[in-house]
Nanobody, 119 residues
Framework: QVQLVESGGGLVQAGGSLRLSCAAS????????MGWYRQAPGKQRELVAS???????NYADSVKGRFAISRDNAKNTVYLQMNSLKPEDTAVYYC?????????????WGQGTQVTVSS
């Protein structure tokens, strides 16, 4: 199986920064696309940013220019640097990864980490 463990969430004032980390482990040969999603109370889960194994990135329009996703393939870890945070960024942030397993590719989710931005 595969486990995704997020860390780095917390409470920050508007305009501040946080860095999220997600470490993937388990019985995977490698991890293809990895990404971050978020879900605010009463809203649907939405993509924040994703990154391919080769480093191509994709961002939600609402975070472009403020957030940066990166990964360390040797450590099977994906990061999300969040700058100029706004109260509307408050949500539970979830790590997501496509794992290449013995029998094929399977998608996994982390347990989520809370990010709260105060005004």
């Amino acid at each position: 199986q595969v486990q995704l463990v997020e860390s780095g969430g917390g409470l920050v004032q508007a305009g501040g920064s946080l860095r999220l980390s997600c470490a993937a482990s388990g019985s995977a040969f490698s991890f293809n696309a990895m990404g971050w999603y978020r879900q605010a109370p009463g809203k649907q889960r939405e993509l924040v940013a994703s990154i391919t194994r080769g480093g191509s990135t994709n961002y939600a329009d609402s975070v472009k220019g403020r957030f940066a996703i990166s990964r360390d393939n040797a450590k099977n870890t994906v990061y999300l640097q969040m700058n100029s945070l706004k109260p509307e960024d408050t949500a539970v942030y979830y790590c997501n990864a496509d794992a290449l397993l013995l029998w094929g590719t399977q998608n996994f989710w982390g347990q989520g980490t809370q990010v709260t931005v105060s005004s």
